[in-house]
């Protein structure tokens, strides 16, 4: 029996050396880190300083590379088809678990990807060039119920949170709006600023922007007012029960290694102590949001169940 439990142990040991030693040597080339929207773009910047950061953890580089489309949802049709060694991951937003409910997609978001962890989320906002005779939510209002459909304003893609947060805000008042899609915020602000759409919606992207006093911020979309722009309100508490902030952080694709997860996990969780890091979640007026391994994967699960209801209310449901 002594023999017998002897070969038993060695057995499990060697069963259990090769991940001991995938997490030893990991990471030893580059990892990329894909960014579904355009470079430029606030996403774009942040995800570039929390890649610099893991990347210094880590001991190697983290590289980010732009794939926009897709309503954000080309970095998951990436993993879907990625090695699931650790070298590539991707931001997944809060898309991922929405246009699955709107129309046929390429990936699973609860049977596809590992969730590593959240890191941050979005302040979003709507605004208009600085000299439109639009200076409130309620002159808005009052335009899109005397010209119904007539106001177009651009969005990340069709299903992103800056576009279905105006269309609930939209339903709520009564109203509608034009959206027009673009391919993530540097389009988008090119756009209203040109005078191409009548406003945006949008990630903070748009802050420099609205403190060069050449937009004008109506509301954001918070469940509280933000700190930089505390003048103005939320659509929440104008009355029209919308509330949005995206979390978003780091993710790869199904059946990742447990020791390199935990790997990539706590490198990127060293991010957010980053003095460098926090400098560019300031700027973009993005708080901390986060979520280990655990928690993120039943963030996910919670998440496509409630924007199931989401879109189901806002009447975007794919037919069968």
């Known amino acids: 029996m002594t023999g017998r439990r002897t070969l038993l142990k060695a057995a499990a040991l060697a069963a259990f050396a090769p991940s001991v030693a995938r997490a030893q040597s990991f990471p030893s080339r580059t990892i990329r880190y894909i960014c579904p929207w355009p ?20 001991g190697q580089t983290v590289l980010v590379e732009n794939k926009p489309g897709a309503g954000g949802t080309l970095g998951a049709i990436e993993l879907v088809n990625a090695r699931p060694d650790g070298y590539t991951l991707a931001q997944l937003p809060i898309s991922v678990f929405r246009i699955p409910h709107m129309q046929k997609v390429q990936f699973d978001p609860l049977r596809d990807f590992t969730w590593i962890a959240c890191l941050t989320g979005y302040t979003f906002g709507f605004v208009v060039r600085a000299d439109s005779p639009i200076k409130s939510i309620k002159d808005l209002v009052d335009y899109a119920k005397a010209n119904p459909g007539r106001f177009t ?27 027009v899609p673009y391919k993530g915020n540097a389009e988008n602000m090119q756009a209203v600023l040109g005078g191409h759409v009548m406003g945006a919606s949008d990630a903070t992207g748009w802050g420099p922007h609205v403190d060069a006093g050449r937009l ?11 700190k930089r722009w505390s003048n103005v309100p939320t659509l929440d508490e104008l009355g029209y029960k919308t509330i949005s902030d995206s979390p978003f952080g780091v993710c790869g694709p199904r059946n990742m ?60 449901a794919a037919k069968s």
């Open 257 to 316: 290694d447990p020791a390199v997860v935990k790997t990539l996990q706590d490198a990127f969780r060293k991010t957010l102590d980053d003095p460098a890091v926090q400098s560019v979640l300031d700027k973009y007026d993005q708080s901390v949001i986060y979520l280990d391994t655990a928690a993120y994967t039943k963030y996910a699960r919670d998440t496509f169940e409630s924007e199931k209801a989401l879109i189901d209310r806002l009447g975007l």
């Open 216 to 226: 004008r911020l109506l509301a954001t979309y918070g469940s509280k007012r933000t």
């Open 153 to 179: 304003y651009g969005n990340t893609g069709t299903g992103t949170s800056p576009h279905l947060a105006v269309e609930e805000f939209a339903q709520r008042a009564g109203i509608q709006l034009q959206p």
């Open 39 to 58: 470079a430029g773009g606030s996403t774009d910047i942040v995800m570039r300083a929390f890649a610099e950061s893991a990347g210094k953890a880590l």
